[in-house]
């Protein structure tokens, strides 16, 4: 005798389309109870596992020990591990101190004691942007760093005119950034009480071209 052929029973389109109803059913019934029961943790873990890129799950909302202030707006934190990373604060420029071809510029030595004063040796958390890089040109973590006291160093450097606001590049906060510039500019905070066009950054003077003229 032949051997009988296996009969392979296909799923009907009714079955199919019920089981696909009853999904849309339930799951946001199971993602509510679990959001009730765990809150804060559970968003915050399916926002990591289907939204963050690599460089926010590993440094988005976490804290840090602060090793050095390099500038007013570049420092090193610690991990962990104990591994350095170099951290540039996002959106915001301040005067350089050690640029090989600017040399020390206007109000440099002033912005990084300021950065200093408020982050060099305590801890700091990490805030990662979701517009553009989240690392420049030189590998640097672009972040913005929210104190122990909850305030934003790059939005204390800019509002104390210890730097500006970074119109280069796009990022969530450019245009609060821009009118803090504006308001410390106004008030001649900082850098802002005398300083020059000509002492200005090269890029400011190109993208405000009227600016202290």
């Not at 999904?23 to 963050?52: I, K, N, W």
């Not at 040796?121 to 672009?142: P, T």
Request: aromatic share 8%; charged share 30%.
């Amino acid at each position: 005798m032949g051997r009988r052929k296996s009969i392979r029973y296909a799923m009907s389109r009714r079955r199919r389309n019920g089981l696909l109803i009853l999904c849309f059913l339930v799951v946001p019934v199971l993602l509510g109870v679990l959001d009730h029961r765990m809150g804060e943790r559970f968003r915050s873990a399916l926002e990591q596992t289907f939204f963050y890129s690599p460089e926010q799950r590993q440094y988005h909302k976490q804290r840090f020990a602060v090793a050095e202030v390099i500038d007013g707006d570049t420092f090193d934190i610690r991990t962990k591990e104990g591994e350095l990373v170099r951290v540039r604060l996002l959106g915001v420029d301040t005067p350089e101190t050690k640029h090989p071809r600017t040399g020390i510029m206007y109000f440099g030595p002033e912005a990084t004691a300021y950065t200093k004063e408020l982050i060099e040796g305590g801890q700091v958390m990490l805030l990662l942007d979701h517009i553009g890089d989240q690392r420049d040109l030189y590998g640097r973590l672009l972040a913005y760093v929210q104190m122990d006291d909850g305030r934003i160093l790059n939005e204390e450097i800019i509002k104390n005119g210890c730097g500006y606001a970074d119109l280069r590049f796009e990022h969530s906060q450019l245009a609060r950034y821009e009118k803090l510039m504006d308001e410390a500019r106004q008030s001649k905070q900082g850098l802002w009480k005398e300083v020059r066009r000509e002492q200005l950054p090269q890029w400011l003077r190109q993208k405000q071209p009227l600016l202290l003229r």
